[in-house]
């Protein structure tokens, strides 16, 4: 079975702290994709990364890394220094070989507070 | 320079009425996909169609019944709407890279409201 579990629903931080939300997934499959969706008050999905199951390398893109570790099948997103901005809800995916979707976990909303 | 465009925004309409939601990406994409967001804010995979062609059909109700005219396309029709249909409608498009995945991205999607 595929699953991803994004087990905090929801965190509440002040602005400039240190934020990670957890992402655990689950597949059979040696290549599978994982990503990183933001849902901003708006509504929309954005993009944030996407990671092959061969790269294990972690990223960081300005105050956004990602920790990926097959050994414990997680994709760990953080956001450094939050601000206001950042306070949306964060979706996790995977998606295997030979499939046309993405498995979402349930998202963790994040609210950043001044 | 919108890449995947949904119309309408925002539906409101009776129970028992047929509507239809609109998507259109300029990606340049082979595969595009309805999802179903609920309010709990749960995204569930719908429909995936590549080439035109319907590659999963996720046990919607056969209410549903999207449409793919071109690889640019793909509407979503909905026959005799039910309370439990109100969510918002995602529409995404990637493209398919034999051996990789290639990115889903996102329409802004359509708020259904059915009353």
């Not at chain 1, 934020?19 to 849902?39: A, G, I, N, P, S």
């Not at chain 2, 925002?10 to 509507?19: P, R």
């Amino acid at each position: 079975a595929q699953k991803v579990t994004q087990a905090q629903t929801e965190i509440s931080v002040v602005e400039k702290e240190d934020v990670t939300l957890d992402c655990v997934y689950e597949t059979r499959d040696t290549t599978y994709y994982l990503f990183w969706y933001k849902q901003p008050p708006s509504g929309e999905l954005v993009f944030l990364i996407r990671r092959n199951s061969f790269d294990e390398q972690n990223e960081i893109s300005g105050r956004y890394s990602w920790n990926f570790q097959k050994s414990t099948s997680s994709f760990n997103f953080t956001i450094t220094a939050s601000q206001v901005v950042d306070s949306a809800v964060y979706f996790c995916a995977l998606d295997t070989s030979g499939t046309y979707k993405y498995i979402f976990g349930t998202g963790t909303r994040l609210k950043v507070l001044a | 320079d919108t890449a995947v465009s949904q119309t309408p925004k925002y539906l409101v309409t009776q129970m028992g009425n047929d509507k239809s939601i609109k998507c259109e990406q300029n990606l340049g994409h082979d595969t595009m996909y309805w999802y179903k967001q609920d309010s709990k804010k749960f995204l569930k995979i719908m429909f995936s169609y590549n080439n035109k062609e319907l590659i999963i059909n996720e046990t919607v109700p056969n209410r549903f019944s999207p449409k793919s005219p071109d690889k640019a396309h793909l509407n979503l029709h909905i026959n005799s709407l039910e309370l439990g249909d109100s969510a918002v409608y995602f529409c995404a498009s990637s493209l398919f890279v034999e051996g990789s995945k290639d990115t889903q991205y996102f329409g802004p999607g359509t708020r259904l409201t059915v009353l």
